[in-house]
């Protein structure tokens, strides 16, 4: 798994010893690294992943490194269609970014990796898939947003603010889109509930601008995300 997220990378073999044992790699590492490598090579002949006339998996000093296109990686393709997605939403192509934000994010299917046994090194690939994903998710709110669609948002953002009780910015789009829809007691509501988590984690207060969005909808005001 870490040669196919590092695509076109040679990996060394002491990255890969790290990712399997970590501190305590035995004396045999280096062999049974190799081993490992041939047994892979096998399994994916064996399954057609890969034949004569195509290796996937090569040996290239210090390491190794996986020979895979592109659009053969689902990671690949989410990670272009999220991108892809960013920069129609700047140029306000607000129904072309939510196709392709729509389709990168159909890819997911649960949490990064949740399947894999995964060491310290991946687990450093896996922030950064998480952090992906997140970044496509709030993209998509902020498109869903600017087409006047803000009901439909409310259950994922409640879910987001659930697995991500320390990002203001997804409770401030909460906070917003319950206004909106005249919600304004769970608003406030999901005000105290921010303030709450950051008073007993971090020892803070929210942000300036959440604590104005928090007067705006105690007055009444128009609140603007």
């Given at each position: 798994?870490?040669?196919l997220l590092r695509r076109h990378e040679v990996v060394g073999s002491g990255v890969l010893i790290e990712e399997l044992w970590a501190d305590h790699p035995p004396r045999s590492a280096m062999t049974?690294?190799?081993?490992?490598?041939?047994?892979?090579?096998?399994?994916?002949?064996?399954?057609?992943?890969?034949?004569?006339?195509?290796?996937l998996v090569l040996t290239q000093p210090p390491g190794y490194f996986a020979l895979i296109d592109e659009d053969e990686l689902d990671v690949a393709v989410a990670e272009r269609l999220i991108r892809t997605g960013g920069r129609l939403l700047e140029e306000n192509r607000l129904e072309e970014a939510l196709a392709s934000l729509d389709a990168g994010l159909d890819l997911w299917r649960g949490p990064a990796l949740s399947t894999v046994p995964c060491g310290r090194v991946l687990e450093s690939n896996i922030a950064h898939l998480e952090e992906?994903?997140?970044?496509?998710?709030?993209?998509?709110?902020?498109?869903?947003?600017r087409l006047?669609?803000?009901?439909?948002?409310?259950?994922?953002?409640?879910?987001?603010?659930?697995?991500?009780?320390?990002?203001e910015t997804l409770h401030a789009k909460l906070m917003g889109a319950l206004c909106q829809m005249g919600r304004r007691a769970e608003a406030l509501e999901s005000y105290r509930n921010l303030r709450r988590i950051l008073s007993d984690e971090l020892g803070v207060d929210p942000t300036p601008e959440i604590q104005r969005m928090h007067m705006e909808i105690l007055n009444g005001e128009k609140v603007l995300v």
């Open positions: 798994m870490l040669l049974t690294l190799q081993t490992y490598v041939y047994h892979t090579r096998r399994l994916l002949g064996e399954h057609r992943v890969t034949s004569d006339d195509r290796e992906l994903r997140l970044f496509g998710m709030q993209l998509r709110i902020d498109a869903n947003w006047g669609r803000i009901g439909p948002m409310i259950p994922e953002l409640r879910s987001l603010v659930i697995s991500h009780p320390l990002n």
